[in-house]
T-cell receptor, first 111, second 110 residues
Framework: DAGVIQSPRHEVTEMGQEVTLRCKPI?????LFWYRQTMMRGLELLIY????????DSGMPEDRFSAKMPNASFSTLKIQPSEPRDSAVYFCASSLAGSVHFGDGTRLSIL | ELKVEQNPLFLSMQEGKNYTIYCNYSTTSDRLYWYRQDPGKSLESLFV?????AVKQEGRLMASLDTKARLSTLHITAAVHDLSATYFC??????????FGKGTKLSVKP
């Protein structure tokens, strides 16, 4: 079975540019999560969806961050404008009945 | 503030030795997760502990949960080099929205 698929795997862009990260959850999973991992702050939950509806976005750091889930098989996390402090690994995860599976992550570097 | 605290954060072990990683959590969740992460890789699910007294074992790793003490442990038996990785515990509800500890970086040396 295909796992959680994220793209791109790596992204390097300049400060001020818009960044869009993409995620395809495991088919049949009803929850989708976006996490961010940095050395300083560890793994943080940014936002999660249930059946495509955002449930809790209290972890989203600022208004520059937005996430959407237009259908059950696709989600995006957008940063506009990007800043160097947004550099991190962003993980998407999906779950069914509490079994949580992570994608390979997107390593984002903002110069 | 909801917190998950792991200790130790760094652990250097010799092959063949035993050791325990501790995870204290502050929520009333009765579900505790353990993950492994290799450098530059994703998180691999090791265990999901669902109830007080739960114990699960896989190979040289055994995890347990004490919900009254809000404590989970990950015990490593007769460590081997392949176990070198960072281990995370995470507290979460049935939905899977997880609060992670800072991780324990384990290095197993010959």
């Amino acid at each position: 079975d295909a796992g959680v698929i994220q793209s791109p795997r790596h992204e390097v862009t300049e400060m001020g540019q818009e960044v869009t990260l993409r995620c395809k959850p495991i088919s049949g999973h009803d929850y989708l999560f976006w996490y961010r991992q940095t050395m300083m702050r560890g793994l943080e939950l940014l936002i999660y969806f249930n059946n495509n509806v955002p449930i809790d976005d209290s972890g989203m750091p600022e208004d520059r961050f937005s996430a959407k889930m237009p259908n059950a098989s696709f989600s995006t996390l957008k940063i506009q404008p990007s800043e160097p402090r947004d550099s991190a690994v962003y993980f998407c995860a999906s779950s069914l009945a509490g079994s949580v599976h992570f994608g390979d992550g997107t390593r984002l570097s903002i110069l | 503030e909801l917190k998950v605290e792991q200790n130790p954060l760094f652990l250097s072990m010799q092959e063949g030795k035993n050791y325990t990683i501790y995870c204290n959590y502050s929520t009333t969740s009765d579900r505790l997760y353990w993950y492994r992460q290799d450098p530059g890789k994703s998180l691999e699910s090791l265990f999901v502990l669902l109830s007080n007294g739960a114990v699960k074992q896989e190979g040289r790793l055994m995890a347990s949960l004490d919900t009254k003490a809000r404590l989970s442990t990950l015990h490593i038996t007769a460590a081997v080099h392949d176990l070198s990785a960072t281990y995370f515990c995470a507290d979460g509800g049935s939905q899977g929205n997880l609060i992670f500890g800072k991780g324990t970086k384990l290095s197993v040396k010959p």
